[in-house]
C-alpha cells in the first residue's frame, strides 16, 4: 500500500505540471475560440528567456544575488511574453478578426515556428539551468503508518502547490473580474462582443499575454526539473489529451483532467508495465483521450455545443 500511494502522490504531481501546461490552451480557447497550438513553443520561449536573463543580468548589472537574478530574469521574461502577445495580436490576429476557425487554427502553427527559431536565434539552443532555489532533497512522510514512511520528492511538491495557486488565482479572474466576462464574451461571439463596445484587440492582447505567464511559470518549474531544452516544447504533447479530457473551455477540467492522466500513466506503468512490454507511460494519455472523444467529445467539464438549423 505505501509504495502504491507513493505512485499516485508522483501521479498527482506530474499531474499538476501537466494541468498547468493545459491551462494555456484553456485560456486562450476561452477567449479566442482557437486551439493555440503555439503552446508549448510559448513555454520553450519563455523558459529560455528565464534562463537566460538570470545569466546576463548579473554579468551586466556587476551583481551576485541569485534571488535578484532571478526576480529581475522573472520581470525581463514577463515583459518578453507581454511583446510577443502584442506582436502576436498586431500581425496576425486582427486581420483575422471574424474568420473561420481554421485560419485561426493555422496562425498558431506558424507562431509556433517562428517562436521555435526566435528562441534558438535570441537565446541560443544549449541546454541551460534554471535554479529558483527549489529542493531536491526528498521527503519522507507517515514514517508511524507504513514501514520506512512515503517517500515524496519535494521539488515536485513545491511545484504542484505553484501550480495549485496559479490555477486557483485565473479561476478567480475569469469568474469574478470585468476583464474576465469580457474575455469570455469575446470567445462567445466575436461581432456581439464588439458590437456593446469590447475592444477586442486589447482582449486578445491580455489573453496572449496571461498565456504567455502561465506558459513562463511551467517553463520555470520544467526547466527547474529537466534544464531548458528544446524537449521542453513536447511537454504540450501531453497537455493535449488533458484538455480533450479536462475540456476545452474548463479551467477545473484542466486540473481533473491533468490529475486523472498523471495518475493513471504512472499508475499503468508501473503495475501494467511488466504485462505489456513497458512504455505506457508514453501513450496512456492518447488511449485515454481517443476513449473520450468516441464517448463524450466535449470532455468531463467542457461545454455541450447544441447547433440549431
Not at 482557437?34 to 503552446?39: L, P, R, T
Not at 522573472?74 to 496576425?92: D, I, Q, S, T
Not at 456593446?196 to 517553463?219: E, N
Not at 516544447?233 to 498523471?262: N, Y
Amino acid at each position: 500500500m505505501g509504495f502504491f500511494l507513493e505512485t499516485v502522490f508522483g501521479g498527482l504531481m506530474a499531474g499538476m505540471l501537466y494541468a498547468l501546461v493545459a491551462l494555456g490552451f484553456v485560456l486562450i480557447f476561452k477567449a479566442s475560440g482557437v486551439f493555440n497550438f503555439a503552446q508549448g513553443a510559448m513555454v520553450l520561449f519563455a523558459a529560455l528567456a528565464m534562463a537566460r536573463f538570470a545569466e546576463w543580468l548579473p554579468r551586466w548589472l556587476g551583481f551576485e544575488s541569485l534571488l535578484l537574478a532571478n526576480l529581475l530574469a522573472f520581470c525581463a521574461a514577463v515583459a518578453c511574453m507581454v511583446g510577443v502577445a502584442w506582436l502576436v495580436e498586431r500581425l496576425a490576429l486582427r486581420h483575422l478578426v471574424n474568420q473561420e476557425p481554421i485560419a485561426l487554427l493555422m496562425a498558431t502553427l506558424g507562431i509556433t515556428y517562428f517562436l521555435d527559431g526566435a528562441g534558438q536565434l535570441i537565446f541560443g539552443s544549449s541546454t541551460y539551468k534554471i535554479d529558483v532555489g527549489m529542493p531536491k532533497d526528498p521527503l519522507i512522510v507517515l514514517e508511524n503508518t507504513f514501514e520506512g514512511g512515503l517517500l515524496l520528492s519535494k521539488e515536485d511538491l513545491y511545484a504542484a502547490l505553484v501550480a495549485a495557486a496559479l490555477v486557483g488565482l485565473l479561476s478567480l479572474f475569469f469568474q469574478k473580474t470585468r476583464t474576465g466576462r469580457a474575455l469570455r464574451a469575446v470567445a462567445d461571439d466575436h461581432q456581439a462582443a464588439q458590437s456593446i463596445g469590447i475592444p477586442l484587440s486589447r482582449i486578445w492582447v491580455i489573453v496572449w499575454s496571461v498565456g504567455g505567464i502561465v506558459a513562463l511559470v511551467a517553463g520555470i518549474i520544467w526547466g527547474s526539473k529537466l534544464g531548458v531544452q528544446f524537449s521542453i516544447s513536447l511537454v504540450a504533447l501531453k497537455a493535449f489529451p488533458v484538455v480533450i479530457l479536462g475540456g476545452l473551455t474548463s479551467v477545473p477540467g484542466a486540473i481533473v483532467g491533468g490529475l486523472l492522466i498523471g495518475v493513471g500513466e504512472k499508475v499503468s506503468e508501473i503495475y501494467l508495465g511488466p504485462f505489456l512490454g513497458g512504455g505506457i507511460e508514453n501513450w496512456f494519455a492518447y488511449v485515454l483521450a481517443l476513449a473520450f472523444l468516441l464517448i463524450r467529445p466535449q470532455g468531463l467539464f467542457g461545454d455541450k455545443i447544441i447547433d440549431r438549423v
